[in-house]
Nanobody, 116 residues
Framework: QVQLVESGGGLVKEGGSLRLSCVAS????????MGWYRQVAGKQRELVAD???????DYADSVKGRFTISRDNAKKTVYLQMHSLKVGDTAVYYC??????????WGQGTQVTVSS
């Protein structure tokens, strides 16, 4: 059973930075394309960044140039470095597979709150 555990969120002022981590225990992590999603209450979850097993990355336009996704296969961990945070980045952030028929069970997510 795969378990996703996200951490690193918090309260930060606009323009600040945070680094999120997600550990994917119990998975064949190195073969998986992984992504960071975020969800605001009442809205659909959206994919903001993804990283392929080979290391190629892609970003939503809203975060391009400010967020960087990376991975450490040995630690089964995917990271999201976030700079120049905006109030609009406030959300619960989750990691999971991308481009998969079935996703892993969702973790609890990590709350990111950006204040003006």
């Amino acid at each position: 059973q795969v378990q996703l555990v996200e951490s690193g969120g918090g309260l930060v002022k606009e323009g600040g930075s945070l680094r999120l981590s997600c550990v994917a225990s119990g998975s064949t992590f190195s073969f998986n394309d992984m992504g960071w999603y975020r969800q605001v209450a009442g809205k659909q979850r959206e994919l903001v960044a993804d990283i392929r097993s080979g290391g190629d990355t892609d970003y939503a336009d809203s975060v391009k140039g400010r967020f960087t996704i990376s991975r450490d296969n040995a630690k089964k961990t995917v990271y999201l470095q976030m700079h120049s945070l905006k109030v609009g980045d406030t959300a619960v952030y989750y990691c999971n597979l991308v481009r998969a028929v079935h996703l892993f069970p969702w973790g609890q997510g990590t709350q990111v709150t950006v204040s003006s």
